[in-house]
């Protein structure tokens, strides 16, 4: 009896995972939604399935996506004449399907001059692929937004290569630049600040660097030396620290893994933190994978308000609790277990309070690959962390500091996210990734004993980047 029992549980469990397989197949994300899926579709909503049932239902899936996909390119297939309606407000960006349209429409909605944005994307349409990606369309928008300082009519350029990215790289130079601006420059048309384009245009009159009003640093002609010979995968933020790493004796190893800190993305008291690249450079062996739990470490001691808890829910905010943190004197030796005290005191006083906040605008991430009949299958998913306890385990688990990040994901600053892969019954940690939720831009991804995430991880992050809008951080 029990036997025959354990057969009906076992043939039961089989058939869940059948469908939840199924559900995973047609993107969706519990039986509940599969289920609606197919009440919607005009399928039987039951669970007892044939394998020729499954099928129709992955093919019906298949078709519907191409004929949706068919829809969307017809809608998008006479771009010039949505360009015209968007800008004759004869059309809503918000009703069309095309983030590309949804850009130009918002563009055209914000823009000084909306004839110069129209005449500019119609020509850009006919002679470039700069509107097949939204991200070269926010580009533009910010280019014509500078119309009053073009050195060259748009008419004049044409393309001389089928690649997006020199071709963006090109227009913007044709606009601004008569002499040498160097590429990773391209990045602040891309998710640049108004003071940022600022500089590009600067440089392109054949101005130093070091004449350029609001810069974050001060910076010596040695430095600016080395600003313009930053690499093509940075952003202008990192080209500082890769400026500054070099006129102080650095190397690229070191100014590499600099940009992965939080010091590529704030300037704050400056004058200390060049004391810190001081010692990174005095201390070539010094492996380099520490850097970031170092620089977490002080910024958390120097400038951290710290939330300390009296009971349960009950809490009050005091200032760091070093504020005068100075470099002087510091081994690698003492500072590293410093850091790795500062770990441990870390989860300890976790136990005292939880911070919690509120979920960011994104949405979580699943995405499969694989089938399950082939045992090849395995499903990656990416999840939101919206507690301090939640940061501990992570940090934990991971052996890294993620945990010092509570007050930024509080104050919305900053999310936290874990990536997790399952394959078969099993279900691996694999990394942690910060998200900056206002610049939208994934600045640091970071697995066990802060390692480097793996190109398959990273190609899963991209994907999830695609969907929510995010920017990839060009060094990571």
């Known amino acids: 009896m029990a036997s025959k029992k354990n057969k009906l549980i076992g043939k039961r469990q089989e058939r869940l995972s059948a469908i939840m397989t199924q559900a995973l197949a047609l993107n969706l994300r519990s039986i509940e939604e599969y289920r609606a899926w197919c009440g919607a579709e005009g399928f039987s909503a039951g669970l007892n399935k044939t394998r020729i049932q499954l099928m129709r239902e992955r093919q019906h899936f298949k078709y519907e996506q191409a004929t ?92 001389k ?57 001060t910076m010596t002609r040695k430095m600016a030396h080395h600003f313009f010979r930053t690499p093509a995968n940075y952003d202008v933020k990192a080209a500082f620290r890769w400026a500054q790493v070099h006129a102080l004796g650095g190397n690229k190893r070191i100014a590499d893994a600099v940009a992965e800190t939080r010091m590529a993305r704030s300037f704050k008291d400056d004058e200390f933190w060049l004391s810190v690249l001081l010692f990174f450079i005095a201390n070539p062996l010094l492996d380099t994978q520490h850097y970031g739990p170092i620089v ?72 499969r690959e694989g089938q399950a009949n082939s045992r090849n299958m395995k499903v990656w998913t990416i999840r939101e962390l919206l507690n301090s306890s939640e940061l501990v385990t992570e940090g934990r688990a991971q052996s890294h500091c993620v945990a010092t990040y509570a007050r930024s994901c509080f104050t919305g600053a900053t999310s936290i996210w874990t990536m997790d892969l399952q394959e078969t019954q099993a279900r691996r940690k694999m990394v942690t990734i910060e998200l900056q939720n206002r610049s939208k831009i994934i600045c640091q991804v970071r697995g066990l004993r802060n390692r480097k995430a793996t190109d398959r991880e990273m190609d899963v992050i991209r994907r999830w980047a695609d969907m929510e809008g995010l920017t990839v951080a060009a060094y990571l």
Not at 100 to 126: H, P, Y
Request: aromatic share 10%; hydrophobic share 35%; glycine share 8%.
């Open 68 to 159: 949706q996909k068919l829809k969307q390119q017809k809608r998008e297939g006479n771009r010039r004449c949505v360009i015209q309606k968007l800008y004759t407000n004869e059309l809503n960006g918000k009703d069309l399907g095309s983030e590309v349209m949804q850009e130009i429409s918002a563009g055209f909605r914000k823009a000084g001059n909306r004839k110069l944005l129209r005449t500019v994307l119609l020509q850009l349409d006919e002679n470039s692929k700069l509107l097949t990606h939204v991200d070269y369309v926010k580009g533009i928008i910010k280019l014509v937004a500078h119309f009053h300082l073009w050195l060259r009519p748009v008419s004049e350029w044409e393309p």
């Open 161 to 217: 290569t089928r690649n997006a990215d020199r071709q963006f790289a090109s227009f913007a130079r044709h606009l601004f630049a008569r002499y040498e601006v160097p590429a990773f420059m391209d990045s602040v048309w891309l998710r640049g600040s108004v003071k940022a384009q600022g500089w590009f245009i600067h440089l392109g009159k054949g101005e130093n660097i070091r004449t350029a009003s609001s810069l974050p640093i």
């Open 296 to 367: 977490d470490y002080i910024w958390h001691k120097k400038y951290e308000n710290r939330m300390l808890f009296i009971e349960r829910g009950v809490a009050r905010e005091e200032g760091p609790e070093q504020p005068n943190f100075s470099m002087h004197g510091r081994t690698p030796g003492t500072l590293l277990r410093q850091v790795e005290d500062w770990h441990r005191r870390l989860g300890r006083e976790s136990r005292g309070g939880n911070l919690n906040w509120e979920k960011s605008s994104f949405s979580d991430f699943r995405y």
